[in-house]
């Protein structure tokens, strides 16, 4: 399965701050067998989030784009809704099951504003920005993801186990 990395972030952008959440998403990535395709950091805007975004998935230049960033209450934190705005279908149990996990870490948790949806054949998922963070969601969801990337790929079509 092949996986784009996009990271929000102002300064990470304007080369004021190293992304270290986008690296911990491509190590457990291709350590659960994904391809890496790309790896784009983006200020956090609105309009440019929401065109990579629609870009990868009617491209097809991706299966999953996993992104790191912009999920808080900042004024400029705007990844879940440039995520709704490519939306064809929502995926809302991923995201809140990244923070009902979360919360047994940090109450903190309830305040990502994380989304996650479909659009064409590509899940979008929104991870945290904190390196941390990103590390406990994306362990806790990854086995799950690809049997449902399976079924949207039409790999599969067996939900029961």
Partial sequence: MRVA???SSDSGYAGKREDVSGPVIEELVQAAGYEVVSKTILPDDYEALKNALAGICDNKEADLILTTGGTGFSPRDV????????????????PEAMRAYSMQFTKRAMLSRAASCIRKQTLIVNLPGSPKAVRECLEYILPELNHGLEILLGKTGECAR
């Fill in 5 to 7: 990395v996009i990271t």
């Fill in 79 to 94: 990844m879940p809704e440039a995520t709704a705005a490519v939306a064809e279908r929502m995926v809302p149990g991923i």
